[in-house]
């Protein structure tokens, strides 16, 4: 009896704890996710100031895997530079395969590239409007934010959801405009269809943060966008609608504000020492430190692979063609012509331990903080010793770039990481730009002295700026010692202003070459070329003659044309044209039949 | 069911049940009559009835029961296989059973000594099986299961539990050939795009481990009427492990297993050396027109020249460059100036796969103590096993415990406990799969580079023109200190009651503790051209904490001799806590990796970790019942709610039923009883579920991320930036279960005793299947949760057939098993987007496999290459490519078949062009035994399964500046060597080539193979020598004895799953290992 009765209380105790187990099992199923916020935690001051640092973050595309290549936000250097006559893709030929197709100008819908690039634009649009929803929540809550912030908040954010558009505008002819939720009302983001250009809502949005951003930066921060940085923003958008009219006040009103100054040496512009200065008026910050490298991420890409330096892929080498624009004539002054420019000596095909004598040609000393090349010092980092720095010559020429390497001086701002990267800002706005673009209305307008003075400011500056130094007489590299006459400049370099009677500001025609070409050589490789030469129609013919001119350099481009009617815009990613279809329309002119 | 059949050649120590069923209890009752008073109160008139029991060769058979038929009554034989049975009606008949042998019923007709001398079983239908929960007899189970045994898996030379799956039908196993890498099992075929891991249960620890030496027997619950007991996990099938253990009155067995060898490659790639690499630079040159070719290394002449030097670049003995004074292994920020690292060039060319691999030592030793008294049976295994990998410097080492002890204190309570501990260390560079793993930097590798340079520092690729890989001599020796380290300790401890008759009740608390650390340190490989600055250390640990609970009842009686019902419920509760921490640091003072610790880096200071956790409670139920064991009937029901989904959804009931019919029970068969000693049919149906679709899919998170939204919006240089959030998951609330319902039909046949077979025809239909519905990039670059929208189906066909037989005396046995499987795998619906389709991941900006409706998951996708073009003309005519401007088309290229025939080649043409999936696989095991002397065997084959050959887009393409395959400089067109460029492999050698390296169907090869898996010769020493010991036995083993197959790569076994399923992308060589060992019991 006592051993049925024991039984009996153990199954008892049993089926208990098993009835206990049971009704608890509502608290024993719930396991919410740890080390995450939810909505509304981001529904507060502190929230809404995170979102829109999220979306800032975005400015330098690093947002996914390989944004670097196929997004190349901020910098452009693959859709604005690659794809024109200042750059090659580089590197070797298998490597970054996708970009091959964008340098052939035979890209297709289902080439990652466009999908990454599109991916990343909307990716900080909807950071931008995230903020946006988030901080009209806020306002509505018990916690607001201070009104005059709010609205700086709200500037801001429509401020960075007009340049992310204004970024997928560059590379996508027709795009659509995607807005809050609360803005759009009944229509779902995803029904907006890209039945065009998306100018007006570019323009409107930089409007209002024109109207509600301080003349200084917001909270005293560097990289926050202030009333200016709109203003130049706008009038980039209108000058890529080459409505000269609309930008011109814009411009005036930036250079009239005298918030801004060209610095005194051309590098300083490049230089990670002299970042946000008085000439900057907007720049994507980057920085390194022990735990993250919130970068450019061009940086590393663009290394040179081998050399003291060498810690890079070797992406990115300009073209003997921007070489040669560089060449100046006795008088310092640019050849506008192409035609009526000399080749110059290269070292292509040149192993660093045979024999090679860089050009003496005169040449504006801008080109030795544009392009690296054998026989000049780069960046303090040594000598330039050719062939044996470069990845591999025979897929991208003899040359490197050097605006996004930090000087050796500057190691130490960058002592982080494994040197692949660096905190190299990049300087997206800056009064140069707005000066060229107002000598561009001036052209526009006939006032050829007023464009001529506004390029001899450029020109005056580059004139004054330090030039790279160290003449070397060292011509073959074979690991003896280089000599080196450091109180020499590197190489013949020459600039001089246009004079009041120059040949170049004698009639429309020529004035705009000029400034053109001024632009090309003040900002090259720095991701405007392909774009420009699109507004300014030449596109077509600039690149046409370049592939026959350079194939030398890249074997691969034999056969390749490049059609304005059709190359002048990257088509739609196939892939998000299959997720909204009837929504969004491809490019017709990479409709297939 | 389909029985897994073995004869028993002598190993009666490993073929004991699981001890669970009350009889014994009920013969300790019995015991306890037998010491008290004598009985002689009795009607009828009763005997004590004694005798022996022994084997076919007279040895005396411990642990055999002896049942008065048709009651409880009864008691085992003790160590010497005597026995006695008092109280046993003259007219009784004793049935005398013990696993493995064949039963007997002895008609007592007074007699008061009964011997008996047992044989052996060849066709072990009363062996028991596990089922979950439970156990069942093989001859009553309606569903389907394969089951494994001891004797099988001994044989096998492997080193992880999941290698063992392989003998079973309907399984298919991917070895990872790493060492101690185990392999990845599917159970027929694929149920969802998502998880597809079956669920392992050791002693019923959901998760458990274990090491294949403890395993007594493996079921593989391959349909859901068998798998429905373990509901919303079951989906992927389950694999149910009992570990090993005593028998009762079994004298103390000790078993000493040791085995060691040797492992070698067996494939290597056939690749240029450095001359013909030259004649191959300058052979693409003159195929792209350039005429004034020059490489940094071979030279600007009209024939490639090969340097003394490769740095610096193209010197000569003799040059002063070479001079050793200039030598310099310092780099910039440690002495301001850079390397100069002098590298003479190897001129025969470097075999780097040959460099990096070796004779792989193996040694495996084990330990096992068996043994049991009346009441208390235990088992306790020790293992050590040390694998070197067939790479240098790496391997496996592992030490295992297992102790596991029943006992029965009172004769209606059984308590016990089985519990494994398994500590694992590997070590050294083990990559696999991947363009970074060493097995690829050994073809990425140019043959002019030399190992080591001329002070004897590793060479590399800081020579121009040599590419960006890195030496695999330098990863393997500088990993050597990386460490995996794995400690697990699970188990369970138990307690049952027997409440009445036929009534138990039992209670589980099962754990699973796992522990891992990891250590690396990657070393600045100084020769390398895209070498870092800082040696790095990365650590972390991790670890599991999960328990489970479980409770069941069950209920067994027979009604009248004819109802045999059992019934039972139970309970179960899991909890799962996952945690890590990581760090890092880089910049050390000292390279001593005992000084490389994260204490002592400079720089670099990370650290990271973050928890998990789910949770899962369960109630369930299965009622058997049968009649006359003629017809059979088990149904099962599971209701299980999880953490992983919102309370509107957590709960979900999953129900199947499982049908049988044994045809030989019946009057009508009695024609054939002689003859045919089964023939069941069989019939399931149920529903099991996938929850594994990662924690919290219903929340919507935002989270914070330093690369990816933190910004130094100060403008500060030196910063992490500010504090940036960004939306990182979509929560999808309404996420619910997957549920795959299962059709199965079987029959299962044993003929004359020798020969059995089964078949089973099968469906898996899954239906709310998960998918991360796409959502479109104008909503941004969140995550997007899953939704329940696709569907998967899967049919096929799994058979066995075994055939067992003595002959020439009974002195030669024989027995071979062949196994085969077939499914078909199709994905029905994905989501309600017409025309969505799932990518494998990019490789170098490629991708190869897709899968959407209509597809099996996945296949590969690309171009079709239809030839090579011959001439220009025959280029011209065909359809551009790529695109309407496109000019790839010429003499030597590729000509891409114009798929959607609208005159032009694009990614529109691109089409599905071969799956990975086997149209059928099957293995064939041959034991046979002769006077001690035995024989294994086993080979295994896969029919139809295609493969992608990515390595010959590195090997056979210009991808990037390494090593090229012979072909490439003799089978490719227009090739000099080549006679008749009809007959080309590959396209023309040029200096770009990327659109010949589209994926396309020129990479797509058949990788059906026949392999014979291991080749076993075994002889019992005892016949010579007669010693005391229970056995000794001594064996020669050699394992991937040979393989045949059309495929070029360096194995067309590749254990790559899900998407990826199918790309060779540089998988780690099987190794060919020499196996001899000995085995002692004592």
Known sequence: MKKIFTKIFIACMMVNSIVILYSCSEDFLLKEPPGVASGPVMESPEGVEALLIGAYSDLNGTSHYRSDFGGSMGSNWVYGSVASDDCYKGSSSGDQNDCNPIERYETLPTNLYVAVRWGDCYDGVSRANETLER?????????????SRAKEIEAEAKFLRAWFHFEASKVFEKIPYIKTKTELGETLPENIPNSGPVWDEIEADLQYAIDNLPEEHPLGEVGRANKYAAMAVKAHVHMYQNEFDEAKPLLDNIIESHQYELVENYYDNYNQATENNKESIFEIQASTSSTSHTRIKLAGVVFPQAGPAGIGWGFFQPSQDLFEAFQVTNDGLPILDDEERVPLENDMGIASSEEFIPTDHPLDPRVDWTIMRRGVDFLGWGICEGAGW????????????????????????????????????????RLSHVLLWRAEVAVEEDDLSYARELVNQIRNRARGSDVVMGRVSTYVFDGRPIEVDWSKPAANYKIEPYPKNADAFSSKEKARKAVRLEQRLEFATEGMRFYDLRRWGIDGEVLNNFIEKDSQFRSFMRGATYDPEKDDYWPLPQSQLDLQKGVLQQDPAYESK | MSLLLCICIGVRQTSASESSSSLFSENSSIGEGESGSSNFNSMQQNLMVRGKVTDSSGAPLPGVTIVVKGTSQGTITDSEGNYSLPNVPSDATLVFSFVGMITQEILVEGQSVINVKMEEEIIRLEEVVAVGYSTRRAGEITSSISKIDATTIEKMPIIDASEALRTASGVTVRTNHTPGGGASILIRGLGTINDNNPLWVVDGVPGGNVNPNDIESISILKDAASAAIYGARAAGGVILVTTKTGRRNQKPQVRVDIKSGISQNSNYYDMLNTREYGELLWLEAKNSGVTDFSHPLYGSGPEPDIPDYIFPPRAKEGDPSVDPSLYDDKMIHEDGDDTYLIMRANKEGTDWLREADRNAFFLEANLGLTGGSEKTVYSFQAGYLNEEGILKWTGFDRYNLRSNVTSNPTDWLEIGERVGITYSESYGNQGNHAEDAVVSWCYRMPPIVPVYDIMGNYAGTRAPGTGNAQNPIFLLDKNQWDKRKRMNVSGNAYAQINLLEGLSARTTFGFYHNSYFYRDINYVEKAFSERGKYDYLGEGSNYTLQWNWTNTLEYSNTFANLHRVTAMVGTEAIDNNYRYTDASRSEFFSQDPNYIQLATGLQGINNGGNTSSWSLFSVFGRLNYSYANKYFFEGVVRRDGSSRFSEGNRYAVFPAFSLGWELTEENFMDSTSDWLNQFKLRFGYGETGNDRIGNYNSYTNYNIDYFHSFYPITGDNVTTGTTGFYMSALGNPNVKWETTKTTNFGIDAVINRKLNFSIDIWNRKTTDMLYPKQIPLIAGRVSAPSINIGEMNNNGIDFELGYNDRIFNNELQYNFNLNLSHYKNEIV??????????????????????????????????????????????AAAHPKAFGPNGTYNKPGHYKYKDVDGNGVIDSNDRTYIGSPHPDLTGGL?????????????????????????????????????????????????????????????????????????????????????????????????????HTNLRGINIFGQVSNVFTISGYSGLDPEVNRGGRNMGIDAGAWPTPRRFTVGFTFDI
Do not use: C
């Open chain 2, 925 to 1025: 095991n041959i034991d046979l035994s002769y006077k001690g002397i035995s024989l294994t065997t086993y080979l295994y084959f896969s029919y139809g399964n295609k493969m992608i050959n990515y390595v010959r887009r590195w090997i056979d393409f210009k991808q990037f500046q390494g090593g090229r395959s012979k072909d490439r400089l003799y089978n490719s067109w227009g090739s000099p060597y080549l006679e008749d460029n009809t007959k080309a492999k590959l396209p023309i050698a040029e200096m770009s080539d990327t659109e010949s390296q589209q994926p396309s169907s020129a990479f797509v090869e058949d990788a059906s193979f026949l392999r014979m898996e291991y080749l076993r010769l075994g002889y019992d020493l005892n016949r010579l020598f």
């Open chain 2, 829 to 874: 619906k994905l989501s309600d987007v017409a025309g969505e389709f799932l990518t494998g991941d990019d490789h170098r900006e490629m991708v190869y496999t897709r899968a959407e409706k209509g597809t099996s998951f996945p296949e590969f996708y690309g171009y079709v290459v239809e030839g090579i073009f011959q001439t220009e003309e025959e």
């Open chain 1, 390 to 429: 470069i990845r591999e010559q025979s897929n991208g020429g003899p040359y490197m770039t050097k605006k996004f390497m930090h000087t050796k001086e500057n190691a130490k701002l960058n002592v982080y990481g494994s040197g692949f990267n660096n905190g190299q800002n990049f300087r997206l706005y």
């Open chain 1, 135 to 147: 901080l009209w929540a806020t306002q509505t809550g018990n916690r607001p934010i201070k009104d």
